[in-house]
């Protein structure tokens, strides 16, 4: 007997509840086309959707599963990769800003099983290679290289630091970004990582000469239903607006929004491989063209993997990915705990933590990570990446008694308030 309407042709309709209970299910496939009719009585009906696809779930082909991994390992080792396993520490949301049938989204493969798209992967693992550059050169040249590269843009808004520090290393010309790394006297330890970065992920010009793979589970993940609770919803439908009206205040009525979420504990595969280039077998000398010798003159600090030992560029691609899975998490909501892993085998937590051991928020308050400060003629003002993927707006006079300045990659708790210029970071400390 159906339990409710599905926004389907009848035929699919009653093939669908046909099949109910029978194995093996792709939960992606009930996710993303048979979710319910939801016009009337929404929230118990959105959360029998949820239900039906944590059960398929719990049905999928785990045969299918196995030969995933076992294609996904030979195409990995097509490409000469390095691999290595991490689990959950807490709850994993893949894709929950997509748009689906249930207003919050969720990433499957067509098979059928979460995943973390390589694409992101590989910005998580820029965005670590950022911030370990950053670190090397330090705070003053940093910012000195962010003057020089902010004069040649011209830009409407100035870049911050790491942004400033992201088109450096993208420069099309490498004479271009090792003149800015000399004038900002980079050291030569910093010089030598930023061109191995150009490497890994390719310039304006060029593609990276590293490959980042799918993340996949390694056994039949399990997920839940999760839940959270927004205390200002008509403040936040005002988020944005040049003139809002409403503010947060505590008589709204916080509005349940309910989620799937893959379980702690769960073991994905990780890996980066090699794209293969002409230079991998040719010298560049050797190269027939001129043209070509010029193509890849840029290239020629690095050198190619040989079987069974892989080169440094893929050990360092591979160690600013796994930093960044431990340190900044990956997915949706990683400000509240979310997202992150550590090595297989170590307990799970049943409350959300990062590798760190982070505290327990405080009521009102949310975690980010600083994304830049110190901009402005003042040097005063910067921005905070959000759970969400946005930038919230932080200035020094909002930051706690005893802090008065914000490095790029710390991690920060705040609570949100509103200023002249809209959202912006409040009561902003150090998340220790």
């Known amino acids: 007997m159906p339990d409710y309407s599905i926004p389907v042709p009848k035929e699919s309709q009653t093939a669908f509840w046909a099949y109910q209970n029978k194995s ?5 496939l009930i996710f993303d086309r048979f ?13 029998k959707g949820f239900k039906s696809t944590k059960k398929a779930a719990e049905q999928a082909d785990g045969a299918l599963l196995a030969a995933w991994n076992t294609r996904w390992e030979k195409t990995m080792e097509a490409a000469q990769g390095k691999s290595f396993p991490l689990q959950t520490d807490w709850r994993l949301i893949a894709g929950l800003g997509r748009k689906g049938s249930l207003e919050v989204g969720f990433t499957f493969h067509r098979y059928g099983f979460p995943y973390l798209p390589g694409s992101s992967l590989k910005g998580l693992a820029r965005t670590w290679g950022l911030v370990d550059i950053a670190s090397r050169l330090g705070e003053s040249r940093v910012k000195s290289l962010c003057e020089q590269v902010n004069q040649k843009e011209r830009l409407k808004e100035a870049l911050g630091v790491l942004s400033a520090l992201e088109v450096s290393l993208s420069r099309e010309k490498e004479d271009d970004f090792l003149a800015e790394m ?4 980079a050291t030569p330890e910093a010089v ?9 992920f390719g310039t304006t010009e060029h593609s990276g000469h590293v490959l980042f793979f799918d993340a996949i589970p390694q056994s039949k993940p399990r997920l839940e239903l999760d839940i959270m609770n927004p205390h200002y919803p008509d403040y936040y439908k005002e988020v944005g607006n040049e003139h809002p009206e409403v503010y947060p205040t505590d ?3 916080p509005n349940p929004v309910k989620f799937l979420a893959v379980a702690p504990g769960t073991v994905f595969r990780f890996a980066v491989g090699w794209r293969r280039a002409p230079i991998d077998t040719i010298s560049l000398e050797a190269l027939p063209t001129e043209k070509e010798r010029q193509e890849w003159s840029w290239f020629k600090v690095v050198t190619t993997p040989s079987p069974g030992e892989p080169n440094d560029l893929l050990k360092l691609a591979k160690a600013w990915l796994e930093k960044g899975l431990l340190e900044l998490g990956a997915g949706g909501k990683t400000s509240g705990g979310y997202g992150y892993f550590r090595e297989p085998g170590a307990g799970v937590d049943s409350q959300p933590a990062s590798s760190s051991e982070r505290r327990a928020l405080p009521p009102g308050y949310e975690r980010g990570v600083v994304k830049e400060f110190g901009l402005g003629p003042s040097q005063s003002y910067g921005f905070i990446a959000r759970s ?23 991690r920060v708790i705040f609570k949100v308030g509103r200023g002249s210029r809209g959202p912006q970071a409040i009561e902003v400390q150090a998340d220790e």
């Open 251 to 253: 008589w709204q009525s």
């Open 182 to 185: 000399k004038g900002c006297g």
């Open 24 to 28: 093996p299910q792709n939960p992606g």
């Open 35 to 47: 979710m319910p009719d939801w016009v009337d009585h929404a929230d118990e009906l959105k959360e």
């Open 192 to 200: 030598e990582m930023g061109k191995r970065f150009r490497a890994i």
């Open 388 to 410: 969400s993927g946005a930038d919230l707006f932080v200035h020094r006079n909002n930051l706690v008694a005893g802090l008065t300045h914000l490095n790029p990659g710390q």
